[in-house]
């Protein structure tokens, strides 16, 4: 597995927050990021939401729908 787990975050959000979310898998605050990609190609993902959710951000790294969750895990 390339990813921090095998399943998925559970992520509660508010309207206008910014989320930073890890890409290259390096960070040690996932699903955040946390630089740790300097150097690399990889760059986080970044997204504002626009109201308050609950939202499923992939932690095995193997979704097609990154960074959301589309399932994968459950096919490692
Ligand atoms: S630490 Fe992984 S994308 Fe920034």
């Given at each position: 597995m390339k990813g921090w787990q095998d399943s998925a975050y559970l992520v509660e959000v508010k309207a206008g927050e910014r989320l930073a979310i890890?890409?290259?898998?390096?960070?040690?605050?996932?699903?955040?990021?946390?630089?740790?990609?300097?150097?690399?190609e990889d760059k986080p993902f970044i997204e504002t939401f626009k109201e308050d959710k609950t939202v499923l951000i992939c932690g095995c790294l193997e979704s097609k729908r990154k960074p959301y969750c589309d399932g994968s895990h459950s096919r490692l």
């Amino acid at each position: 597995m390339k990813g921090w787990q095998d399943s998925a975050y559970l992520v509660e959000v508010k309207a206008g927050e910014r989320l930073a979310i890890c890409q290259c898998g390096k960070s040690s605050n996932p699903p955040y990021c946390d630089g740790s990609h300097k150097g690399t190609e990889d760059k986080p993902f970044i997204e504002t939401f626009k109201e308050d959710k609950t939202v499923l951000i992939c932690g095995c790294l193997e979704s097609k729908r990154k960074p959301y969750c589309d399932g994968s895990h459950s096919r490692l």
